[in-house]
Every structure is written in structure tokens, then in C-alpha cells.
């Protein structure tokens, strides 16, 4: 038999596996493929094709929407009717995430812990939003609640119409966010509790719902803002009547067809775009240091 003794002087920390001792204090080496040569190519690539999609044509709004100044672009957002229609737009939307943080929490929680005879038909009618083109949505929202309802139901022109419509197009975001976690989660600690004499509900709030509220919360927020932007599924429901149903999309496409004045209208419509490119920017930053808190919180 063999003895290895320890020779490092006393008192001298130990470097850890994978770790390379630089200057007195260990570098952990990061394992997994590096592109090297080739890595400056790829972030080249990478950056240039976010450029063209995204960083650019979000640049161009913005400019032109300060196209006239500060004061223009206050004017265009602070006008009443436009006031009226944001204030509509991003109360619709906080509700439709509140909305489907709880539905689609309890939709992915029967498909995955509740299966049942016609579960797979059911997935699949989940995901029928996602395939519909928007406009086709709006038809099927109007064909159902419109002024000929075949159950009884109007709501056209009204801001139930425009909530119920927006929980349709929205209601795959919540529910395949939170899916996949729970069906990652690991049920020994579930289990474990209950036989100690915790409830459903205590295991529930305590083992469960710390696990997925991370992805509760994504899922919230792209319901957000996919409702934030909505436009197809709600132009034919809304009826576009100004303080009442008119949304922002609607007062941006509204602008847009201005043919009086042309600029002017186009310097307005990039204001109102530019304001919903905030709230939603707002929105994901928050999003982020909810995750990362919830993140050193384990």
C-alpha cells in the first residue's frame, strides 16, 4: 500500500479541481468547446445580424419619432385620444398577464400532473393560437361574440371583447413556459413532504412554487407583451371607437394612413410606437432582476 502525503505548506489553500493558481489566487477553467480563431468571425456575424433585424430598425423608430423634438414627441403621446388608447392598451395587457400567470399555471399543471382521457387533444388545442394568423383569431372572436353570437354573448365593441380576444391569442405563452419545468421537476422532495404530514397546498407553496416562479413570471411577461403589440385579432372586435375600444396599434395604424399630412402623422405614429418600445424594454429589465434575484435565492 501506498501513502500520498499532503506537501503543500500549512497554512496554503488548496486549488481545487479545474482551477489554474495565477498570481496567488486560483482561475477556474471554464469547460466546453472554444471557438478560438474562429470566435471573432462568429461574434462579427452575430452582431451584424442583430444589427440589420433589430437594433437598427428599433434605432430608426426612435429617431423618428424625435423627429420634431421633445415637444413633438410629447404632444404626440400626451393628445387625448392617444393618452385614452395607451392607457386602454397597457391595462389590457398587465391583465392579461395576471390573467394567465394563474390560468396557464393551472393548464400546464393539469396537463402534467392530471393526465387524463383526451390529454393529447387537449395539448393540441393549446397551441391553436400560436398557428391561427392573427386576423383569423379576430374572425373567430367576432364570429363567436359578435352582434349574431350563436350562445347569447356580444361583446363586440366593447373592452371585454378586447380582453377575452387578447387571452386567446396569448394563452400558449404562460402555459409551454411553465410545462417543461414542471415536468423537470424532481418529486422525491414533494413526496418527502407530504410523508412528514405537509398538505397539498404546503407542498405546494412551499416546494413547487419557488421552483416555477421563474417561469411563471416569463410566461406573464411575454403575455404582456405579445399583448401589448396586438393588432389583427383585435381590429375587427374593437370597432376602433376613440376613449372607448381604440387601442395603440390602432391610433399607430390610424396615423400611418394620414394622407393630409404625411410627416407629421409618421413623426406621431413612431412617438406612440417609441412609448410601447420603453414600456415593454421596462418590462424585460424587470423581468431580469426578478430572475436573477430569484436565481441567488436558489
Given at each position: 500500500?501506498?501513502?500520498?502525503?499532503?506537501?503543500?505548506?500549512?497554512?496554503?489553500?488548496?486549488?481545487?479541481?479545474?482551477?489554474?493558481?495565477?498570481?496567488?489566487?486560483?482561475?477556474?477553467?471554464?469547460?466546453?468547446?472554444?471557438?478560438?480563431?474562429?470566435?471573432?468571425?462568429?461574434?462579427?456575424?452575430?452582431?451584424?445580424?442583430?444589427?440589420?433585424?433589430?437594433?437598427?430598425?428599433?434605432?430608426?423608430?426612435?429617431?423618428?419619432?424625435?423627429?420634431?423634438?421633445?415637444?413633438?414627441?410629447?404632444?404626440?403621446?400626451?393628445?387625448?385620444?392617444?393618452?385614452?388608447?395607451?392607457?386602454?392598451t397597457i391595462g389590457l395587457s398587465l391583465?392579461?398577464?395576471?390573467?394567465?400567470?394563474?390560468?396557464?399555471?393551472l393548464v400546464a399543471w393539469v396537463l402534467v400532473r392530471e393526465r387524463f382521457r383526451g390529454s393529447a387533444l387537449f395539448e393540441m388545442v393549446i397551441d391553436i393560437p400560436f398557428a391561427l394568423p392573427t386576423i383569423v383569431a379576430g374572425l373567430v372572436m367576432l364570429a363567436l361574440y359578435g352582434g349574431d353570437s350563436p350562445i347569447g354573448i356580444h361583446l363586440l365593441g366593447t373592452r371585454a371583447g378586447l380582453f377575452v380576444t387578447l387571452l386567446f391569442v396569448t394563452l400558449p405563452f404562460t402555459v409551454r413556459t411553465v410545462q417543461p419545468v414542471l415536468l423537470d421537476l424532481d418529486r422525491d422532495a414533494e413526496q418527502a413532504a407530504s410523508s412528514l404530514g405537509a398538505g397539498p397546498r404546503v407542498v405546494f407553496r412551499r416546494i413547487v412554487a419557488p421552483q416555477i416562479m421563474p417561469a411563471v413570471v416569463s410566461g406573464a411577461v411575454l403575455s404582456f407583451a405579445r399583448a401589448l403589440g396586438e393588432y389583427g385579432s383585435l381590429?375587427?372586435?374593437?370597432?376602433?371607437?376613440?376613449?372607448?375600444?381604440?387601442?395603440?396599434?390602432?391610433?399607430?395604424?390610424?396615423?400611418?394612413?394620414?394622407?393630409?399630412?404625411?410627416?407629421?402623422?409618421?413623426?406621431?405614429?413612431?412617438?406612440?410606437?417609441?412609448?410601447?418600445?420603453?414600456?415593454?424594454?421596462?418590462?424585460?429589465?424587470?423581468?431580469?432582476?426578478?430572475?436573477?434575484?430569484?436565481?441567488?435565492?436558489?
Open positions: 500500500m501506498t501513502l500520498e502525503l499532503d506537501t503543500a505548506p500549512a497554512g496554503t489553500a488548496q486549488v481545487p479541481a479545474g482551477a489554474v493558481r495565477t498570481k496567488g489566487r486560483p482561475k477556474k477553467v471554464r469547460p466546453g468547446l472554444s471557438l478560438r480563431s474562429a470566435s471573432g468571425t462568429t461574434l462579427g456575424i452575430v452582431v451584424l445580424w442583430m444589427s440589420i433585424l433589430v437594433l437598427l430598425p428599433l434605432t430608426a423608430v426612435v429617431g423618428k419619432a424625435f423627429g420634431a423634438g421633445w415637444s413633438g414627441f410629447w404632444d404626440a403621446i400626451t393628445s387625448p385620444a392617444t393618452a385614452a388608447a395607451l392607457r386602454l391583465g392579461v398577464g395576471v390573467v394567465n400567470a394563474v390560468m396557464g399555471t381590429v375587427l372586435i374593437s370597432s376602433n371607437l376613440p376613449f372607448k375600444t381604440e387601442i395603440a396599434s390602432s391610433v399607430i395604424y390610424g396615423k400611418l394612413q394620414d394622407a393630409d399630412h404625411p410627416g407629421q402623422a409618421t413623426q406621431q405614429a413612431a412617438a406612440i410606437a417609441a412609448l410601447l418600445l420603453v414600456v415593454s424594454a421596462v418590462v424585460l429589465v424587470v423581468l431580469d432582476l426578478l430572475q436573477r434575484r430569484m436565481a441567488r435565492r436558489g
